[in-house]
Every structure is written in C-alpha cells, then in structure tokens.
C-alpha cells in the first residue's frame, strides 16, 4: 500500500510501517520497549526493523508504536512510497537509456598506432 503511487496523495500523511525480520541480532541489541538485551547465541530470538533497526523481544513487539520514522538515516531514506517496479510495457532501452549506434556515420578507413596498423573492413 505505501509503496503504490497515488497522484495527488498528500506525503506529509503517508505513515511507514515498521519491516520486522526475526532473529540475527547484534550482541549489544536492547528491546525498543522494556530496554532488556534481546540477543541470544543458543537461537534465533528478538525482532530487528530493516528499515529503522529498532530490535525488540517478541512479546514486546504489539507494545511498539507501528510507525518507523527509518531511525538516524531518516534524513536521506528513499521512503518506499519513492520505490515503484519499472513498467513493462516501456522497452528496456529506454528505461537504461541505451542508444544504438547509427551506421551512417562512416568509420575512420585507416587507423594508425606506433607498433600496429589497423585497417577497418568497409
């Protein structure tokens, strides 16, 4: 949903979810809510926000606000809404800007070096 264009939807009302991905933490991690270590090096315990890294147990999860504000890189985070999947019905050309080469532009028939001399076939 807030990665659909809207034309004409405001984005100061846009509101980002947190993206949780269970376990994996860093040794040091602290829950968001009860500021208790979440690691664990028997399994994979805790959840971490990819977006704002926010890393919280999972009892504690449904106590966190759901709006990610994307953390210290807020100021230079390409939100999702900004992200949208190319259009397949544009060529791939001119998505990546490739040009094809004309042939009208007729080569150079002798190119000389120091050591080589190469000769372009017409």
């Known amino acids: 949903e807030n990665a659909t264009y809207v034309p004409g939807k405001d984005l100061a009302s846009v509101k980002h979810q947190h993206h949780w991905r269970e376990g994996n933490l860093p040794q040091t991690s ?3 809510h009860c500021k208790k270590s979440c690691f664990s090096s028997e399994c994979l315990t805790g959840y971490r926000c990819e977006w704002c890294g926010a ?3 999972g009892g504690c999860r449904s106590q966190v606000n759901p709006e990610c504000k994307f953390g210290v890189l807020e100021p230079i985070y390409l ?4 992200v949208s999947i190319p259009r397949t019905e544009v060529p791939m050309e001119a998505i990546i800007g490739v040009q094809v080469k004309s042939r009208s532009t007729p080569l150079q028939r002798d190119y000389s070096c120091r050591k080589y001399r190469i000769v372009v076939p017409q």
Request: proline residues 20%; hydrophobic residues 10%.
């Open 79 to 82: 939100p999702p809404h900004a």
């Open 55 to 57: 890393t919280c147990h």
């Open 30 to 32: 602290k829950c968001y």
